[in-house]
């Protein structure tokens, strides 16, 4: 896993993109505030909760009118996709509230995400391939 502040910095300014364009995407909505936890501490917004007494900031945080967290997302770039990656998103899915889980791979790298979560025994609500395109994004449902 990439740590914050270890990404390159182009990796950086794309992952923050492509949170960006999913979040614009799909997270606007009157049934929710959305929230977005970018790259590094310095940057973070809402946490989805504790697991094991530690904060958990997937990048996007979808919080309900009753100020329940109904929705994550994780954003990753290619670069991101391992084992210990995969274990932060087991604890995203161990957060109290039990939110809709979304998780945003790149499209060429499906395969290799799926491997990654049944190794790990993670379940999420959607997996969801990206593709950019000129100034946009296409995402895929898998």
């Not at 950086?12 to 790259?39: G, L, M």
């Not at 799926?114 to 790990?120: G, I, R």
């Amino acid at each position: 896993m990439t740590k914050p502040g270890e990404k390159s910095e182009e990796d950086q300014v794309d992952h923050e993109w492509v949170i960006d364009r999913v979040a614009h995407k799909r997270y606007q909505s009157d049934e929710f505030t959305t929230y977005k936890n970018p790259d590094g501490p310095q940057k973070w917004t809402k946490s989805a909760g504790k697991v094991d007494g530690e904060d958990q900031y997937p990048d996007i945080v979808g919080v309900t009118k009753k100020g329940v967290v109904g929705i994550i997302a994780e954003i990753e770039t290619a670069e991101d996709l391992d084992d210990e990656e995969a274990q932060q998103w087991k604890r995203y899915t161990r957060l109290p509230t039990t939110p809709n889980f979304y998780l945003y791979v790149p499209k060429s790298e499906i395969d290799k995400v799926k491997k990654l979560m049944e190794k790990h025994n993670v379940t999420v609500k959607g997996l969801r391939g990206y593709e950019k395109t000129d100034n946009d994004i296409k995402i895929i449902e898998y």
